[in-house]
């Protein structure tokens, strides 16, 4: 599978942006999805992950109650919602697919898409 994340751009502190992840080559249901991010300085963190149907959804501890994930099975899309943005959020923004939720957290992905840059101006 094919993965393309777009949407990101800069925005003021206390902004929103909504990322998408598309795919494509097979049926995005198959798999689950996460959200990762990277800024050049630090490792790449989790952010948020979503189950095969929509139902079952994780936030990393930095983004919980502000990030909304979910996901449209029948456009193979999976968004990313971002309210109250802050400074700390700037980052380059990756989506993956993996094959089951015990591994997210850690990477354990299949497939990784290019990132989107999410520049956060305090």
């Known amino acids: 599978v094919q993965l393309q994340a777009s949407g990101g751009g800069l925005v003021q502190a206390g902004g929103s942006l909504r990322l998408s992840c598309a795919a494509s080559?097979?049926?995005?249901?198959?798999?689950?999805i996460g959200w990762y991010r990277q800024d050049p300085q630090k490792e790449r963190e989790f952010v948020a992950a979503i189950g095969r149907l929509g139902v079952n959804t994780y936030y990393s501890d930095s983004v919980k109650g502000r990030f909304t994930i979910s996901r449209d099975n029948a456009k193979n899309i999976v968004y990313l919602q971002m309210n109250s943005l802050k400074s700390e959020d700037t980052a380059v923004y990756f989506c993956a697919a993996g094959p089951r939720m015990a591994s997210v957290r850690i990477g354990g992905m299949d497939y990784w898409g290019k990132g989107t840059q999410v520049t956060v101006s305090s």
């Open positions: 080559g097979r049926v995005l249901s198959d798999y689950v």
